[in-house]
């Protein structure tokens, strides 16, 4: 497709369950990004790819985050052992480098319950 | 947590007014991007200001960069329907990789 293709678009989760979230960046974009948002709030950084590469994940609010791109193309992020605090809607976006315009997916919405 | 603090959190405007907001930092920013985000949709990106005292315009939407790039605004003229959605500022510093989003400003038209 076109832009950047994220799934599932909502999640519903049992506190405690793990989740894997998927991110389909824009074919040849070199730099892919998460972001949490919360409901009112603007997106919170989590982490940064260059390729397969991770060079920042400093935004990970714990070690129940993991993101990782192995061929350089699509993403997971995967949250294990979810709580309720997790609940937020979680956006990927894609950049040709990490300095230029960021596209945005649609997001998934995940509800820890 | 957030560097950048945008103001007004909301604003309600009658369709044809016009309509600011506000970014500000207490330190210097090497570069401010704008977006939008529609109910239910996902942040759409505007704008990229770089140089201090940039000004930049979009049919009716005016972009400015402070001259101390500490602040930046986004003015939309004669506002119409179609502009009701939340409006990020985001700073990048210098050397990081991290995209800093403002908490936002959601404009609400009347029509």
Same mark, same amino acid.
């Given at each position: 497709?076109?832009?950047?293709?994220?799934?599932? =678009?909502?999640?519903?989760?049992?506190?405690?369950?793990?989740?894997?979230?998927?991110?389909?960046?824009?074919?040849?974009?070199? &730099?892919?990004?998460?972001?949490?948002?919360?409901?009112?709030?603007?997106?919170?950084?989590?982490? @940064?790819?260059?390729?397969?590469?991770?060079?920042?994940? &400093?935004?990970?609010? &714990?070690? =129940?985050?993991?993101?990782? =791109?192995?061929?350089?193309?699509?993403?997971?992020?995967?949250?294990?052992?979810?709580?309720?605090?997790? &609940?937020?809607? @979680?956006?990927?976006?894609?950049?040709?480098?990490?300095?230029?315009?960021?596209?945005?997916?649609?997001?998934?919405?995940?509800?820890?319950? | 947590? +957030?560097?950048?603090?945008?103001?007004? +959190?909301? +604003?309600?405007?009658?369709?044809?007014?016009?309509?600011?907001?506000?970014?500000? *930092?207490?330190?210097?920013?090497?570069?401010?991007?704008?977006?939008?985000?529609?109910?239910?949709?996902?942040?759409?990106?505007?704008?990229?200001?770089?140089? *201090?005292?940039?000004?930049?315009?979009?049919?009716?939407?005016?972009?400015?960069?402070?001259?101390?790039?500490?602040?930046? *605004?986004?003015?939309?003229? !004669?506002?119409?329907?179609?502009?009701?959605?939340?409006?990020?500022? !985001?700073?990048?510093?210098?050397?990081?990789?991290?995209?800093?989003?403002?908490?936002?400003?959601?404009?609400?038209?009347?029509?």
């Amino acid at each position: 497709g076109a832009g950047v293709s994220q799934s599932p =678009r909502y999640k519903v989760a049992k506190r405690g369950q793990d989740v894997a979230l998927r991110c389909d960046p824009i074919s040849g974009h070199v &730099s892919l990004f998460w972001y949490q948002q919360a409901l009112g709030q603007g997106p919170e950084f989590l982490t @940064y790819f260059q390729n397969e590469a991770q060079l920042d994940k &400093s935004g990970l609010p &714990s070690d =129940r985050f993991f993101a990782e =791109r192995p061929e350089g193309s699509v993403s997971t992020l995967k949250i294990q052992r979810t709580q309720q605090e997790d &609940s937020a809607v @979680y956006l990927c976006a894609s950049s040709l480098g990490f300095k230029a315009e960021a596209f945005f997916g649609q997001g998934t919405r995940l509800t820890v319950v | 947590g +957030q560097q950048v603090m945008q103001i007004p +959190q909301y +604003q309600h405007v009658q369709e044809g007014e016009d309509f600011t907001t506000y970014c500000n *930092s207490s330190t210097t920013l090497s570069n401010i991007q704008w977006y939008k985000q529609r109910p239910g949709g996902h942040p759409v990106f505007l704008i990229q200001l770089v140089k *201090s005292g940039e000004v930049k315009k979009q049919k009716r939407l005016t972009f400015q960069f402070g001259e101390a790039k500490k602040n930046s *605004s986004l003015h939309i003229t !004669a506002t119409q329907t179609t502009d009701v959605g939340t409006y990020f500022c !985001a700073e990048r510093r210098a050397g990081s990789y991290q995209l800093t989003f403002g908490k936002g400003t959601k404009l609400s038209v009347i029509p």
